[in-house]
């Protein structure tokens, strides 16, 4: 296969090198794929199609979701198959951190956005109140 990319910051598009036509693969085709690139090509569930942010492009890309022998998660671009996350139940265990650095508690922005000045606005109510306390007793 040959993967095109217009621009260095797309998926890109899969085609057959033998006959030049676009080439979608299936999740049977990117699981077999992406257990052959895993350690001792370890046993894999499939575990649905999602969508997951994808550092490299800035933004979230359609994935199938593969869930491998010993806990790790993997996530491959349904379009290319390559492989955008690898999530192992250690690293699991700090989502919640990732999720509160990244301000992305739903998938609405604007529910992210509007708990973002909530919180900003308490803490400038907390240091306020600090300041105005230690003026106090100044």
Request: hydrophobic share 45%.
């Amino acid at each position: 296969v040959w993967i095109v990319r217009t621009v260095r910051n797309e998926v890109g598009t899969v085609f057959d090198a033998t006959t030049g036509t676009p080439w979608e693969p299936s999740p049977e085709v990117i699981g077999e794929t992406v257990q052959l690139m895993m350690k001792g090509t370890p046993a894999y569930t499939y575990v649905g199609e999602d969508e997951y942010y994808w550092n490299d492009l800035n933004r979230p890309i359609p994935v199938y979701h593969f869930r491998f022998d010993g806990g790790t998660d993997v996530y491959a671009s349904r379009a290319t198959a390559e492989i955008v996350s690898r999530r192992t139940g250690f690293w699991r265990a700090f989502t919640p951190f990732l999720i509160t650095h990244s301000v992305a508690f739903s998938s609405d922005d604007d529910t992210n956005a509007i708990f973002l000045l909530v919180m900003l606005g308490a803490i400038t109510i907390l240091v306020a109140t600090g300041w105005w306390a230690w003026w106090r007793i100044r």
